[in-house]
C-alpha cells in the first residue's frame, strides 16, 4: 500500500473520528437530562427529542453521523488488515510492547466492541423512536413520542444496565488513544501542544466513559 494511500485512510479515520467525538458531546449532554428528577426529566427529553428529529438541519447532521460511523469503521478494518499484512518479518525485533500503551495496540478490538455496541443501542432506541421498527412508543401528553419512556424502561433490565456500563470502559480507551492520534494525524506535531491535547484527550475520555456509563445505573436506581 502507498503511503500517499496510507495518509488518505488515516485522515479519514481521524477526520469522521473527530465528528463522531462532537457528536458524543451533545449526546452526552442530552443524556444527563435523564438525571433529573423524572417528570422534569421526561417533558424535557421528549421535547428535545422531538425538535431534534423535526429539524432539517439536525436530520442531514444525522446521516452525516451515520456515513461517518460507516467511513470511520471500514476504514479502520482496512488498515488494520493492511498493517497485519505487512507486519515486520521475524529477524525483525518488535519492540510494539514496551513502545505503546495495550489500547493503543488493540484500537480495532475496542472499535469493534463500540461498533457492536452501536448496533445494540440502535436497534434498541433509533430503529423503534425513528424508524417505527418493533415495539410501538407512545406518545407523551404533549402529543411528542415518549423516548424518555423507552429510555427509562430499557434501564429497569439489569442487563441493559451492566451492558451500557461495562462498555463504557472500552469506549473511555478508545476515545482516549482515537482523540491523541487523531489530533496528530491532522497535523498537530508542536510538542508541547501535543502534551497539552493528551491531557484533554485523557479528560474528555474519562468524562465520556463516566457519563455514559454511570447514567442507566443511576436511571435503574430512579
Ligand atoms: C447512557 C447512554 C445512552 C443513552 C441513554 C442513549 C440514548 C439514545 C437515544 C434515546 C437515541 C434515539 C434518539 C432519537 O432518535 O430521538 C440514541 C441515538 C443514538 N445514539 Fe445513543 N445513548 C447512549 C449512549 C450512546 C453511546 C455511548 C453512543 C456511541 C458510542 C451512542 C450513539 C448513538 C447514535 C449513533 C444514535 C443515532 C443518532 C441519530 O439518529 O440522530 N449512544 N441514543
Redesign the pocket.
Given at each position: 500500500m502507498s503511503l500517499n494511500y496510507l495518509f488518505y485512510r488515516k485522515t479519514l479515520i481521524a477526520l469522521t473520528g473527530l465528528f463522531l467525538c462532537v457528536?458524543?458531546v451533545v449526546?452526552l449532554s442530552a443524556?444527563a437530562i435523564?438525571l433529573l428528577p423524572k417528570d422534569i426529566a421526561s417533558d424535557l427529553y421528549n421535547s428535545y427529542?422531538h425538535t431534534?428529529?423535526e429539524n432539517p438541519f439536525?436530520t442531514v447532521v444525522?446521516y452525516v453521523?451515520?456515513v461517518s460511523?460507516i467511513v470511520h469503521t471500514l476504514a479502520a478494518i482496512f488498515i488494520t488488515i493492511q498493517n497485519k499484512r505487512a507486519k515486520p518479518t521475524k529477524y525483525i525485533v518488535n519492540h510494539s510492547r514496551q513502545n505503546s500503551s495495550w489500547h493503543s495496540r488493540n484500537m480495532g478490538v475496542l472499535g469493534s466492541l463500540?461498533f457492536i455496541?452501536?448496533i445494540i443501542?440502535?436497534a434498541n432506541?433509533?430503529a423503534r423512536?425513528?424508524l417505527g421498527i418493533g415495539e410501538e412508543v407512545v406518545l407523551d401528553t404533549n402529543g411528542f413520542k415518549d423516548?424518555y419512556s423507552?429510555?427509562y424502561d430499557l434501564f429497569q433490565n439489569i442487563w441493559f444496565v451492566i451492558f451500557?456500563a461495562i462498555?463504557?470502559i472500552p469506549?473511555a480507551y478508545h476515545l482516549h488513544h482515537g482523540l491523541k492520534s487523531g489530533f496528530k494525524t491532522i497535523g498537530f506535531y508542536h510538542q508541547k501542544g501535543l502534551k497539552i491535547l493528551a491531557k484533554v484527550a485523557l479528560v474528555y475520555a474519562l468524562v465520556m466513559g463516566i457519563g455514559?456509563g454511570i447514567?442507566?445505573i443511576i436511571v435503574y436506581f430512579k
Open positions: 457528536f458524543l449526546h443524556n435523564l427529542s431534534l428529529r439536525i444525522a453521523l451515520y460511523i463500540i455496541f452501536i443501542h440502535l432506541f433509533w423512536i425513528k423516548v423507552v429510555t451500557y462498555i463504557s469506549l455514559f447514567i442507566p
